[in-house]
């Protein structure tokens, strides 16, 4: 079951990232649902989400927290969101003992910045939006949008294989599991002011400038199908798993397949006559359900779909179409009058 997307921004924007999520039950939190840990091995992974601030000069982690630890101190630290591999590539947010938040940034060559709030920064069973920022010359640690402390840092991270973690960090050999819940963890390549981090933190982030990563439980189209889903799971105390953590063309044909049911449902359109038979065969397949023979019929089909358009918009369907085109290209130029098997072969077999 699908219960969060973390959006890429910018250049892979239009792409969804499914998580590897072990016994998560989602609860109302804010405006929308949240992820529940438990505090034993509960965590969400995104691989390779440091390539999305890689080189950057400036960063921004947030998000919110309701940490429900009544015994903070060592070794049951809390994670909160981030990268940590404690070389060259720490950008995170943990709760230490007595309630402190500490925030770090560690660059090339293992040097660190480390930002660490008084004591009793927050407090168990209560919602607080965190927010590290780095500007290029000082680290900053915000607290329900006020700063908590800061620092000054330099350099960058450039290594872009690290994962973006939200529930966890691990230490040595010590995982910090989050007992608690976190929300709409955003991740930017700019530093945000305290003016925007107040701005943005009850806001529904749309893709602004600088944002690259975003994690939702909620959906602005059909959110109300998929909230009703969520709490039945609920109410039936059933766990939901992410099961996927690519971004192939099996999540796509998903994602695809399941909003184009969910409106023939919302607009209680007829089902056509089934086929019986090979669909793309026009002599045994109804007319409309004929498919197209080629990829390059198939993508000029989707990207002339007014459905498409209207589930995911002008820009996805304009950009995913362009990608089709350049293969159906590749294909005409580089067969050479091979068998198409020769093709595929040659083309795809690394791939897949």
């Known amino acids: 079951m699908i219960v969060g997307i973390f959006q890429l921004g910018m250049e892979i924007r239009f792409f969804y990232i499914t998580f590897i999520i072990l016994s998560i039950y989602p609860v109302k939190a804010q405006n929308s649902y949240s992820l529940n840990f438990d505090g034993e091995a509960d965590y969400v992974e995104v691989p390779y989400g440091s390539a999305m601030i890689a080189n950057a000069g400036q960063i921004t982690l947030s998000g919110w927290v309701y940490p429900r630890n009544i015994n903070s101190g060592w070794p049951d630290f809390d994670a909160f969101f981030g990268f940590r591999n404690e070389s060259d590539a720490d950008f995170y947010l943990l709760q230490l003992d007595n309630y402190k938040v500490e925030g770090r940034l560690r660059v090339t060559e293992n040097v660190a910045y480390t930002v660490v709030t008084a004591a009793e920064s927050n407090r168990p069973d209560t919602w607080y939006h965190l927010a590290l920022t780095y500007d290029g010359a000082n680290l900053f640690v915000y607290i329900n949008g006020i700063e908590a402390g800061s620092t000054e840092a330099s350099g960058q991270i450039i290594n872009e294989n690290v994962s973006l973690t939200i529930g966890r960090l691990v230490f040595q050999t010590t995982n910090f599991d989050l007992d608690g819940q976190a929300d709409e963890v955003s991740l930017w390549n700019i530093a945000l002011t305290e003016q925007q981090i107040q701005d943005y933190m009850y806001a529904d982030l749309t893709g602004e400038a600088g944002l690259v990563g975003y994690s939702i439980l909620r959906s602005s189209v059909h959110s109300e199908l998929y909230h009703d889903l969520i709490d039945t799971f609920r109410e039936m105390d059933m766990e939901l798993e992410g099961v996927h953590t690519e971004t192939g063309p099996g999540v796509l044909e998903a994602c695809i397949s399941f909003d184009s049911g969910l409106y023939g449902i919302e607009h209680k359109l007829e089902l056509p006559p089934g086929v019986v038979g090979n669909a793309y065969d026009l002599e045994t397949s109804p007319e409309n359900a004929k498919l197209p023979e080629t990829l390059k019929k198939s993508t000029a089909s989707f990207h002339q779909s007014s459905v498409m358009r209207e589930l995911f ?40």
């Open 313 to 352: 918009g002008d820009e996805w369907v304009d950009h995913f179409s362009l990608t089709r085109k350049w293969e159906a290209q590749c294909y005409n130029e580089q067969k050479k009058g091979d068998p198409d098997w020769r093709w595929m072969l040659d083309h795809y077999f690394e791939i897949i």
